[in-house]
């Protein structure tokens, strides 16, 4: 089954997560610092990319679906910019300021497309601010087909149990990139996509396939989620769900940079299922677009046209 584009266009996913803005020092290295053996770098371009959950909202919109964001970021240049790059991209936007936030900036420094060094830019936000977000997220999730949360561990979604309650209240699917050690809060969400090191945080080590899908099935049970989806890198990725398991091989002929692809797969997911897709059915075409954005340099996004071609 494939994926209608004027489906698509109807379809709207509500984002909601850590928003980060990405910024890009490029440059050219010609020698060796005499003050301390590191490179020196001599910027020549500069460049900004909406990153973390906001660029999973981007990514819905690339691949022809519509997109709103909800997250909070500081009343500074940060947040000023990263709020102006999200309109021009025709992302909904509702942002929550707050003043005592320092907008999550990531800084990397390229020297040859290599990456020598990041510098990141971040402190947690108010609780009163994340509060907020569940008034304005019970308000928008009816007019949405589905509902995504993007966590990247930055304290954004420390709600995010009473907005999973009032989604799945309104019919929604409910899909989670998850982060850390307990995954307690994602409980009743429809799918939640950790990678296998985020997996392994929760469930331990396993040493064949079996072990893995009794600890993948334990975890998805505990949870009540209908399904769990691994995302294996150069394997694949793998489905658990009450029929059993559906594994997925990887797709990506070379791989340049894996910045932002879970990124890519979610909000392909997401935005699958909002049209109507099952989620065995979206599998596939998710997994095609993570190894298409692997091939690419930094924070990246899939088209329509790209998928299907």
């Not at 690339?62 to 992302?91: C, K, P, W």
């Not at 308000?139 to 966590?151: E, G, Q, T, Y």
């Not at 989604?167 to 009743?188: E, F, H, M, N, Q």
């Not at 099952?278 to 190894?291: E, Q, W």
Request: glycine share 10%; aromatic share 6%.
């Amino acid at each position: 089954m494939k994926p209608s584009k004027k489906k698509l266009a109807q379809t709207r996913v509500l984002v909601i997560g850590d928003a980060m803005l990405d910024r890009y020092w490029h440059g050219s290295v010609d020698r060796i610092s005499p003050e301390a053996p590191v490179p020196v770098v001599r910027v020549t371009r500069e460049e900004e990319r909406i990153g973390a959950a906001a660029n999973v909202a981007y990514n819905v919109v690339t691949l022809g679906a519509r997109a709103s964001f909800l997250g909070v970021v500081g009343d500074d240049e940060a947040g000023h910019r990263l709020e102006a790059m999200l309109r021009q991209t025709g992302i909904e936007t509702y942002l929550k300021r707050d003043k005592s936030l320092r907008t999550t900036v990531k800084l990397r420094v390229i020297g040859r497309q290599q990456q020598l060094l990041r510098l990141d830019f971040e402190n947690e936000p108010d609780h009163e601010s994340l509060a907020v977000q569940i008034g304005s997220f019970a308000r928008l999730v009816p007019a949405h087909d589905a509902a995504l949360f993007s966590d990247y561990g930055k304290g954004g979604l420390a709600h995010i149990g009473s907005m999973i309650l009032a989604a799945r209240a309104a019919g929604k699917p409910v899909l989670i990139d998850p982060k850390g050690s307990d995954y307690s809060p994602y409980r009743g969400a429809t799918v939640i996509t950790p990678n296998r090191v985020e997996l392994q945080q929760v469930v331990g080590a396993w040493r064949d396939e079996d072990e893995l899908r009794t600890k993948a099935q334990s975890l998805r049970e505990s949870l009540g989620l209908e399904a769990l989806l691994v995302t294996l890198g150069e394997t694949g990725m793998t489905l658990y769900d009450a029929k059993g398991q559906l594994h997925v091989d990887a797709q990506a002929r070379e791989v340049f940079d894996v910045t932002g692809a879970g990124d890519t797969v979610i909000a392909t997911l997401a935005a699958l299922v909002a049209s109507g897709m099952t989620l065995r059915t979206a599998v596939p075409l998710a997994n095609r677009a993570g190894g298409i954005v692997v091939g690419k340099f930094g924070t990246a996004t899939v088209s329509f046209d790209e998928l299907l071609s």
